[in-house]
């Protein structure tokens, strides 16, 4: 039936080209394309699959360092983490499909960002998100919030893959738009990693995991446009997730990657059979020949085209040693797997796809991938903003309440609500749980801990994208440091609206330029990430958000650092220049409602010689309690101290500016840490030999935090009721 | 002490349970496939947390019905200590071996934390290395944790001793408190919270082992 269809100028709108598009693909087939195959074209060059808009800038960023096995470009990103082991992460967004459907959308991000990491040979050992939703008071918050979280839950538990960090923002800006991103980690061996290069003329392609439904189809081309008010009539293109599957495909996998049949293999994720045939073909400089007929439908009467962009999920597509399918086939059928010979790979370079005895697609592999246009779009800087003194901007009229409502707010409140429904110790190597600076996971069987963590604060890149973008590196290479870990390598998620617009593409430009600064600075290379655009609603774009994650190593869990206050009486050593920076901040934003002056500047000179200051110490065993400072400044970061070890404290704070500057402002590269006051004396010795600024602000202990005599005196089960109440009282519509 | 962790097609917990088992058993378990109806004779078994089927239709319940299954109920009732944690211990209701249901947690959401329990039995095979009334803190990691039972299984149970753990504070809705409930003979236990998640400090705590070192200590 597809053969009959005359192709339409609508037809082309609709599947998301535009006729100069268009006419670039019958060049590259030398022909019109039958409708099949403009479907197959339309997701390979959307903007998703092909980073038409973005793959200029993406060449620039720093991939390199001696420890990195694998950069961008395949699956995910690989690092050696020493003993023959290697660490494989990425992250992924799945924005539109949660804001259409939250349960399914944000659980079949979890479960699309581990295949991605187990296709590799690693076994999945942690789960981190980034989430940011509309304002609390939009009346869609509290259904998305409930949603996603449910549905992250819902897939990471059953799967039994810990998830042990995140972060939440809540902004008008995503009200339209939330983002939903999830990274994985995995650990794999290093000298067993699988890629997706096919080779083999005449080796078996092979189908493995679910059914092909309908689910799914034109999600990368949704993915890859603004949304509307009719948006969630779009409701079908969001595939439904099978945890329970996955789980049986991450056991059959490994499985058979302890064996040595496999020559190549990749998940089905965005564009489903399509992408993953074409990468594997293209990478690996070959044909292939599909035989539609033999892909395990769970549908009847499905056409070609259905097949191939069908995203139905928990599926992997795999080159087979010749002769030794056998093997892979018991192993599937142990886990009730679907197993298929679907075809064969050949030396034509053509992607041959044939239902019902018949050839219904034939398209030359390197058109689908190398002529797919890349834009190098026009764009426009957002203009540099003015550096707003803390003495120009508000103190508040009652300090102890603006403490109370900052900490007991949406932006810094605990998010136990949120991470008690995921299953954060299921694999027993969890040693720091979620509500920390990082999380971090036992090596199984080491005493070796990786590290890791999600953050950008898109306040700063909304506000300057560039010191946005260093900002953001900046902040996860800190909450990595102050575990006790070497950072080593961040992946990221580039969540932007459309990019056809200038200003949204000077955001991103900047943002990218920034955080190649930061990567370059700190030796922090990008080993892997996504690229979410169009994420706009009627022409509004979400805050500038390139969402970071970062994964460290630390030699010795036994030596890792946490938030909490331990011991009455010891010192607390502010590290780092504290000048009140308040421009841009959260104090700015939550208590005066404004949103003026340049984010706080990111010395990444200093970030660094801080950050490796405060380490040492932490692996040398003599700083237990750190916590880096960002959001909601001085004052955040104690109070999340004082909150986590219910334990007071004291302190005295004085500097050039007014004190709110001293207690809300967001400078960078700064830590609290607590020590005995002999060792505290010491340190603040070495700080200034080291050329870091290091201060003795106060002493821990009692039930209180009282700040320059009685400036403030909140007790600490004021400031955890604050803390702890604010969001199960929001989800209880009880705010 | 030779021991058999079940794996059913879904089991998350089952690599927790033979860690916890062999770092201090000191004998690596047998992992037991659920297809298997023949396997080795061993001292313990361990039916382990997890999603087993994905907790389609109804949790524990097609897992209840898997080959091995016949062969465990046939051990259990000679009298072969058998241990089912989580999803385990839904499996083990599901089966009979012991009394109730687990439903959905009262606030029905998953809940993962760490959680207070009394230990309110001493005497079991399971518990002998706890003192009755004593404070232990375990995590718990579950959807459905809500134990149900009538009141007069419920006052039997009580009346028996058989009520292993209560939750100092509850927190799933689980009639009389109940986190973990033991067979007549004393040989099955099956509890919601995860003993194998709490056996080293690093991992937040000690309070799990004594469950193993009493099992190890009444097998001799």
Redesign the interface.
Known sequence: MSDNIKITPDMITEHGLNLQEYDRIVGAMGREPNYTELGIYSVMWSEHCSYKSSRFHLKKLPTKAPWVICGPGENAGVIDIGDGQAAIFKMESHNHPSYIEPYQGAATGVGGILRDVFTMGARPIANLNALRFGEPSHPKTRHLLSGVVEGIGGYGNCVGVPTIGGETNFDASYNGNILVNAMTVGLADANNIFYCAAAGIGNSVVYVGSKTGRDGIHGATMASAEFTDDSEEKRPTVQVGDPFTEKLLIEACLELMATDVIVAIQDMGAAGLTSSAVEMASKGGVGFELDLDMVPQREANMQGWEMMLSESQERMLMVIQPGREHIAQTIFEKWDLDFAIIGHITDTGHLTLKQHGKIIGDMPINSLVDDAPEYERPYVSTPLRDTIEASDIAAPVDLEQTVLDMIGGPHLCSRRWIYEQYDYMVMGDTVQRPGGDAGVVRVHGTNKGLAMTTDVTPRYCFAGPIEGGRQAVAETWRNITAVGAKPLAITNCLNFGNPERPEIMGQFVDCLQGMSEACIALDYPIVSGNVSLYNETNGTGVHPTPAIGGVGIMADIDKMATIGFKKAGESIVLIGETIGHLGASLYQKQILGEDAGAPPPVDLLAERKNGDFVRGYIESGTVKTCHDLSDGGLIAALSDMIISGSMGATVDIEGACPLHGLLFGEDQARYLIAVDTATAEKIVTDAEAAGVEANIIGICGGDELNVNEGAIELSVAKLRDAHESWMPNFMAAAV | MKSAVINF??S??N??MA??LEKITGTKPDMVWHLDTDFAKVDFIALP???S????LRCGAMSALSPVMKEVIKRAKDGVPTFGVCNGFQILTETGLLPGALMRNAGL?????DVELIVENDDSLFTTDYKKGQSITI?V?H?DGNYFADDETLDRLEGEGRVAFRYASNINGSQRDIAGVLNAKGNVLGMMP?P??MIEP???GIDGVKMFTSVLNSLG
Not at chain 2, 53 to 56: I, K, L, P
Not at chain 2, 109 to 113: A, I, R
């Open positions: 097609p879904g998350n917990c690599r927790d860690v916890a947390g997890g999603f089927f994905g907790d389609y959401k998953f809940v993962c934390k995590p990691a959807h995860h194998e998640r690093c991992l937040g």
